[in-house]
């Protein structure tokens, strides 16, 4: 199992994908998302780590041993996270004196970009009332990009539609 990860790995598939990352103390810390509907997750038991393990590995049948064995090797217990994601061309009209930073304002994948950007939104948040100290509403304009508001670009959108409706991620350890 760790040879498969030497700092980090992404097995993106359809549905579908196996991402592990290093961590200090000698960790390796598993994500397995899913694309399955809300009542698919229900039915499994989560408070039998084994068994659930085994049941969300079956989902990977035929990838390697390597990284099934992340799913059902762990230490710890699965944790289920159910995600949801807006659609990728949702936009909404601005109230005026209120911004949305981070997660709140960008189509949520779980890629790793997620507190890169919302910490960026507050820097260019920061940077712009700084510039513009007497124009609130400026700043946050210029933050916003305009009246309507819409997901960053860089926020993967292609990423989100790839893992549409209910997803959960079951993490080991
Ligand atoms: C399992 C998982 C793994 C992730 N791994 C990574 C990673 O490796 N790298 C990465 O860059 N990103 C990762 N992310 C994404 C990252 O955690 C988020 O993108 C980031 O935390 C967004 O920051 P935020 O401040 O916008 O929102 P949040 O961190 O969600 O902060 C919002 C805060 O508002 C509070 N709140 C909500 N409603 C109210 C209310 N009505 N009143 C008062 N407070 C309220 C919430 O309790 C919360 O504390 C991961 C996310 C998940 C779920």
Redesign the pocket.
């Known amino acids: 199992m760790a040879r498969a990860v030497a700092v980090a790995v992404i097995a993106p598939s359809p549905g579908k994908e196996i991402f592990a990352h290093r961590e200090s103390g000698d960790t390796l810390h598993a ?1 397995v998302a899913l694309s399955r509907p809300q009542d698919w997750f229900a039915a499994i038991d989560f408070t039998g780590a084994a068994a659930a393990a085994a049941r969300i590995a079956q989902e990977f049948d035929g990838w390697a041993p390597e990284l099934t064995a992340l799913i059902t090797d762990a230490d710890i217990e699965p944790v289920l ?1 159910p995600h949801y994601a807006l659609p990728a061309a949702h936009r909404w009209d601005r109230v005026a004196g209120v911004t949305l ?4 304002a960008h189509l949520a994948a ?1 890629n ?7 910490m960026l939104d507050g820097a260019e948040l920061g940077k712009a009332l700084a510039a513009n100290p007497d124009a609130i509403e400026a700043a946050l304009t210029v933050v916003c990009g305009g009246p309507v508001s819409f997901a960053s670009p860089s926020s993967s959108p292609e990423l989100a539609e790839a893992l549409p409706e209910a997803q959960s ?1 079951p ?1 080991t350890g």
């Open positions: 994500y996270r930073l981070g997660d709140a779980p790793g970009e997620g507190a890169n950007l919302a991620v993490s």
